[in-house]
């Protein structure tokens, strides 16, 4: 099975711009892999932020994108709030099963 | 509103069956394919197994390959995961998804302990 590889943390300032990715062990990751990212809290179930690489919830802060960036997903959080320190994980289809990535933890400090 | 609610969930030992079962309410159930996942302690979330909306297509991530069995019952607007053979390392909140990843249920836990 495909292993879905994230970066295990990242710091951003509050006001700030950071870009989590998330790469895939089959190769370049592709719309066809119809990419999530999700935000998990403690003691919280995961919410979806992101779907379909780009497209944005109801929900979806306004600062909080998708897109796809030298062959991996990337989700990019543009004006950091303090809330916004949380894990953060992405999804990936291969032809119908599903693969989280490990996780990021972001700090906002 | 949509709402999952699992139940089932509780403490086996290695080896033993567990049936988690997820009621639906707040939208057309029969209409969405399904998922399970899980988050073991202190780890990320695991995608488990999907069931589309007739209950004729499943299919499972390899460490529950040929364990575990995932089903529906349209009528009753649940959604079951059969769980057998279970391991230490299936422990786990197990939730249920509804086909977008959009809605979570609250979770329950299955712990595999002697």
């Known amino acids: 099975q495909a292993v879905v590889t994230q970066e295990p943390s990242l710091t951003v300032s509050p006001g700030g711009t950071v870009t989590l990715t998330c790469a895939s062990s089959?190769?370049?990751?592709?719309?066809?892999?119809?990419p999530y990212w999700f935000q998990q809290k403690p003691g919280q179930a995961p919410t979806a932020l992101i779907y379909d690489t780009g497209n944005k919830h109801s929900w979806t802060p306004a600062r909080f994108s998708g897109s796809l960036l030298g062959g991996k997903a990337a989700l990019i959080l543009s004006g950091a709030q303090p809330e916004d320190e949380a894990e953060y994980y992405c999804?990936?289809?291969?032809?119908?099963?599903?693969?989280f990535g490990g996780g990021t933890k972001l700090t906002v400090l | 509103e949509v709402q999952l609610v699992e139940s089932g969930g509780g403490l086996v030992q290695p080896g033993g069956s567990l049936r988690l079962s997820c009621a639906a309410s707040?939208?057309?159930?029969?209409?969405?394919?399904m998922h399970w996942v899980r988050r073991g302690p202190g780890k990320g979330p695991v995608w488990v197994s999907r069931i589309n909306s007739y209950g004729s297509s499943t299919i499972y991530a390899d460490s529950v390959k040929g364990r575990f069995t995932i089903s529906r019952d349209n009528a009753k607007n649940t959604l079951y995961l059969q769980m057998n053979s279970l391991r230490v390392d299936d422990t786990a909140v197990y939730y249920c998804?509804?086909?977008?990843?959009?809605?979570w249920g609250q979770g329950t836990l299955v712990t595999v302990s002697s």
């Open positions: 089959t190769g370049p990751v592709t719309s066809g892999h119809y």
């Open positions: 998804v509804r086909r977008d990843f959009d809605s």
């Open positions: 707040g939208f057309t159930f029969s209409s969405y394919w």
């Open positions: 999804l990936l289809s291969y032809t119908g099963a599903w693969v």
